[in-house]
């Protein structure tokens, strides 16, 4: 729909270019401000959780994500990979919200959220 109905000159791939690039950088904004501020905000324990969760998750994922890609293409992809910064953020919220270290279901969220 966006393809057929969109002007010509955001077709064009230095706008796609641009646009992908603020996308990034947004997304990683966000992650790596909560991951530079991890240790002070959750505390030591749940901060190492959480990370780990994250790069253990990155780790599976690089194994099945050539079949992903091409069984939902690049797009769907990205969007599905976006998401799983977009669930961290939200846990990480959440956990605020919530009352952090008093709520024991808090720090389970951010620890999936981080996965």
Do not use: H, T
């Given at each position: 729909f966006i393809a057929t109905h969109s002007p010509s000159w955001y077709r064009t791939p230095v706008v796609q270019t641009a646009a992908l690039g603020v996308v990034f950088f947004f997304v990683f904004a966000a992650y790596t401000t909560i991951q530079f501020y991890a240790a002070s905000i959750y505390g030591s324990n749940l901060a190492s959780d959480s990370v780990s969760a994250v790069y253990f998750t990155f780790t599976l994922t690089c194994?099945?994500?050539?079949?992903?890609?091409?069984?939902?293409?690049?797009?769907?992809?990205?969007?599905?990979?976006?998401?799983?910064?977009?669930?961290?953020?939200?846990?990480?919220?959440?956990?605020?919200?919530c009352g952090g270290e008093e709520v024991r279901w808090a720090r389970r969220l951010v620890v999936w959220g981080g996965a």
């Open positions: 194994l099945v994500a050539p079949g992903i890609i091409n069984k939902w293409g690049c797009r769907m992809a990205m969007f599905i990979g976006v998401l799983g910064y977009a669930s961290l953020v939200l846990a990480s919220l959440i956990y605020f919200l």
